[in-house]
Structures are given as C-alpha cells and as structure tokens.
C-alpha cells in the first residue's frame, strides 16, 4: 500500500467535493467486497479464488487495508482543501 499512496495524484481542491464522493462510493463498495470475500473463503470459493487468481485481492479487500486508505485519503483531501 505505501508504493500505492505515493503513486496517488496531488489534491486538487477543484475537484475536492467529486473526489469525495467518489471515495464515499468506493469505500461502500469495498466493504460491500469485504462481506462477498468472507463466503469467498469457503473451501470451494478459496478454490475457485486460486484458479480465477482473485484470491490476493480478495484477501486485500478482507485484511481493510484498502478501506483504510481511502479514509487516509479522504481525510487528506478534507485537511487540504478545508472541505467537510
């Protein structure tokens, strides 16, 4: 995640408010991910996971270290450009 954070594009307070609500939907939408990945990890899913390749991102999505970067970003957006 740290090569990822470093490879994000500078704030722009332009956009600051659509950024937002784009990490708004994104992080629903992981979490939403987060709850597909716990049925994921039965036996035939972890399987089905190792043939597809989806098994790391899945286990990413689980570990909430995705989640917290988007907070971590969210909040640097908001400290930035003043936005609530």
Request: aromatic fraction near 2%.
């Given at each position: 995640?740290?090569?990822?954070?470093?490879?994000t594009h500078?704030?722009?307070?332009?956009?600051a408010e659509?950024?937002?609500?784009?990490?708004?939907?994104?992080?629903?939408?992981?979490?939403?991910?987060?709850?597909?990945?716990?049925?994921?990890?039965?036996?035939?899913?972890?399987?089905?996971?190792l043939v597809?390749?989806?098994?790391?991102?899945?286990?990413?999505?689980?570990?909430?270290?995705?989640?917290?970067?988007?907070?971590?970003?969210?909040?640097?957006?908001?400290?930035?450009?003043?936005?609530?």
């Amino acid at each position: 995640m740290a090569d990822t954070a470093q490879k994000t594009h500078p704030v722009s307070c332009a956009t600051a408010e659509g950024d937002l609500r784009a990490i708004a939907s994104e992080k629903k939408h992981a979490q939403d991910q987060q709850l597909e990945s716990v049925a994921a990890l039965t036996p035939a899913g972890a399987l089905l996971g190792l043939v597809t390749g989806t098994e790391n991102k899945r286990l990413s999505m689980l570990s909430g270290d995705y989640v917290k970067a988007l907070d971590e970003r969210a909040a640097e957006i908001k400290s930035t450009c003043g936005v609530q």
